[in-house]
C-alpha cells in the first residue's frame, strides 16, 4: 500500500468518526426534544387531569344554565358563559373585518417608506402590550370618554384593540406564504390588483388568515384582567339582551370562587374550567378544521 | 371567497342560536308579586361581596324584575365609582376616608352610611406549633412593624423560650382592605407593614401556606379560619386593656359580636346613594331588605352579625335618611362601640 492510500484511508476514517459524532449529536438532540416536549403535554395533562377530577362531578345541566348563588351547590354559570359568547362574537365581528382589511393593505397596497415602518413596529410591539394596559385604555376611551359604561360593547372594542395585533401579523404572515408567482400570473391574464387579491391571493391565504384569527379569539375570551379593569361585574344574575347591557364573563366567576373560603366553590371552579377550556378546544377545532379543508382546495 | 362567508355565516349563526334558543330561561322565575322594576347597581369590597351577593339573590326571588349587578372592585374602587355616580350602592370593607368624604361633597352626593356585619381577622399558626399559647398586640407590633423588616427572622427574638427557628410570615396583599385594617390596628398606621413577606389577596393561597409550614404565621379574614379550621391553630390575642375583657381572647363570633376581640374585629359598611334611594324604589326597597334580613344573611355568608340593637339604630339611620359618616373624626373604628356612634 502507497502513501496515497493510507492517506485516503485515514480521511475516510476521519469522515467516519464524525458522522458516529453527528449521529450522537442528533440522538441527543432528539431525546432532549422529547423531553421537552413531553414537559409540556405532561404538565397540560396534569392539569386536565385535575380539573376534569375536581369538576367533572359538579357539571350537570342545573349548572350549565343556573343563575349565580351564594350557595355553591345551587350556583351556575348561565350568565357568564352566554356573556362570554356574547364578547366572543361581539369581538369577532368588530376585530375581524378591521385586523384583517388592515393586513391586507399593509401586506398588498402599502409601499414601504419611513412611516410604513413605524406603523409595522408599532403593531409588532402593540401585540407585546399586557393585556391590563388595554383595559385601562378601555376603561378611559370606551367606558368613560365615549360613555359606554361597563357594557358588552366596552369589553369587546377593549378586547378586539387586544387582539388586533395578533390578527393583522397572522393575516400578513399569511399574505407573505403566497408565492409571488401567483400574482404575476394573475396580472399577466389582465386581472385588476383587487381581482387578483379577491380571487387567488385571499382563497390561497385564507386558512392561514382564519387559523390566526380564531387563535387570537381563543385568547380573547381567557382574558380576565382587562375586563375586569373596565369594569365587568361579578354578580349579573341576568344575561345580555342588548350590546349596552353590563354583563360577566367565565374568567370573572372562575375567579371569584376560586377566592371564596368555602371548598365546595372551588369545585364550581373546577366545573367552570371544563367549560371555558371546550369553548376554547371547539374554537381551535375550528381553526384547524377550516385550515385543513381550505388547504386542501388550494392547488397550484 | 363565497364559501368562506357562507362559512362565517353558518358559525355565526349557531352562535346567534346559542342566544335565542335559551329564551325562556332568561324570564326572571315569575313567583314574586311586586311591581318594582329597575336597576340596582353595587361596587366595592371582595369581603362585603358574599353578604350583599346573598341579599340580592334573595331579594330576587321576591322581585324578579329588579336587576341588581355587583362587582368587586375592592374598597377604594367601589368609592371611586361611587363619586362618579357609576353606582348606587358601594360596599366597604373599612369607613370612607376624609378624602373620600371630601370628593363626595365635590361631586354634589350624599350618602348614607350603613354598618352591616362584622368581620375578625384570625391570626394563626400552623397545628404543630406547640410553643405560641397566645399573642400580645405589643408581641404582634414587633413582628410586623416596617422596622422588623430583615431583622425579627426568628421565633426566639419575639419571646426568648421560643424555638431558634425562622419564622415565616404570610399576610394579606397591599390592596385589599384587609392589610388596611390590619397595620392600623396592629402598627397603629394604615398601609404600615415590613415588605418581607408572603403576601396574598387570596386568603386560601395564605391558608395553603401556612398549613403546610411548621413555622409559619399569618392573619387573613376568620371566615377562612373556619372553613380551614383541621388545617390550622388559632391564636388568641391580648390587647392588655381590661375593660375589653381581661388576657388573651380567642377570635369567635361571640367575642367579635361582645367588643371582647380586639383589636382585631372591623365593622363592614354599605354607603348609599341618598339621591338614588329617594328616586328609585327599587334601592330604597333593596337597602331595607338588607338590612332587614342582614342577621341570618351574614351568617351565611360566613361573618358576624351585628346584634340586634344595632341593626335596629341602622334602620331608623336608613329611614330617616341621616347622611355622612361618623367615622370621620375618629382615626379609626378599632374599637369602636357602634351602639354608641350610632345613637
Known sequence: MGKKGKGK????????????????????????????????????????????????????????????????????????WVGTLWIMVLTAVIAFPIGISAGLYLEEYNKKSRLSNIIEINIANLAGVPSIIYGLLGLELFARALKLGESVLTGALTLSLLILPIIIVSTREALKAVPYSIREGSYALGASKWQTIW?????????????????????????????????????????????????????????????RPQKEFSENAAAAIIILLSITFIMNGIAVYIRHKWQKKVKW | MKKIIFSGAVIFSVFATSFFGCGPKNKPEEKGESKLSGTVEIDGSSTVYPITEATAEEFRVENPDVKVTIGVSGTGGGFKKFVRSEIDIAEASRPIKKSEDSATSAAKIEYIELPIAYDGLAVVVNPQNTWVDYLTVEELKKIWEPEAQ?????????????????????????????????????????KASRGDYTASEDDNVLV?????????????????????????????????????????????????????????????????????????????????????????????????????????????????????????????????KLEEVLK
Not at chain 2, 181 to 190: C, H, L, R, S
Request: charged share 20%.
Open chain 1, 9 to 80: 484511508i485515514k480521511k475516510r476514517l476521519k469522515y467516519f468518526s464524525n458522522t458516529r459524532v453527528y449521529e450522537y449529536q442528533d440522538q441527543a438532540f432528539k431525546y432532549f426534544g422529547l423531553c421537552c416536549t413531553l414537559i409540556g403535554v405532561v404538565v397540560l395533562m396534569l392539569l386536565l387531569g385535575d380539573v376534569l377530577y375536581r369538576g367533572l362531578s359538579r357539571l350537570d345541566w342545573d349548572f350549565i344554565m343556573g343563575l349565580p348563588s351564594r350557595r355553591a351547590a345551587k350556583a351556575g354559570i348561565y350568565t357568564a
Open chain 2, 150 to 190: 430583615g431583622k425579627i427572622v426568628k421565633w426566639n427574638q419575639i419571646r426568648p423560650n421560643w424555638p431558634n427557628e425562622e419564622i415565616h410570615l404570610f399576610g394579606a396583599g397591599h390592596e385589599s382592605g384587609t392589610f388596611d385594617y390590619f397595620t392600623e390596628a396592629i402598627v397603629g398606621k394604615a
Open chain 1, 199 to 259: 380571487y387567488q391571493v385571499l382563497p390561497a391565504a385564507v386558512s392561514g388568515i382564519f387559523t390566526g384569527v380564531i387563535l387570537s379569539l381563543s385568547r380573547a375570551i381567557g382574558e380576565t384582567a382587562p375586563l375586569i379593569v373596565i369594569g365587568a361585574l361579578t354578580f349579573v344574575p341576568f344575561v345580555p339582551e342588548s350590546v349596552m347591557d353590563s354583563f360577566t364573563v367565565l374568567p370573572i366567576q372562575i375567579f371569584n370562587w376560586v377566592s
Open chain 2, 208 to 336: 395553603q401556606g401556612i398549613s403546610t409550614d411548621k413555622f409559619a404565621l399569618g392573619y387573613f379574614g376568620l371566615a377562612y379560619f373556619t372553613e380551614n379550621k383541621d388545617k390550622l391553630k388559632l391564636i388568641p390575642i391580648d390587647d392588655k386593656k381590661d375593660e375589653n375583657g381581661k388576657g388573651p381572647i380567642l377570635a369567635s363570633d361571640e367575642t367579635v359580636k361582645n367588643g371582647t376581640y380586639q383589636p382585631l374585629s372591623r365593622p363592614l359598611f354599605i354607603y348609599v346613594n341618598k339621591k338614588s334611594s329617594d328616586t328609585n324604589p327599587s334601592i330604597d326597597s333593596f337597602v331595607h331588605f338588607y338590612i332587614d334580613n342582614a342577621e341570618t344573611l351574614v351568617v351565611d355568608a360566613k361573618y358576624i352579625p351585628l346584634s340586634k340593637a344595632v341593626y335596629d339604630l341602622v334602620k331608623t339611620r336608613f329611614k330617616e335618611k341621616k347622611t355622612g359618616s361618623v367615622f370621620l373624626d375618629k382615626e379609626s373604628t378599632v374599637g369602636v
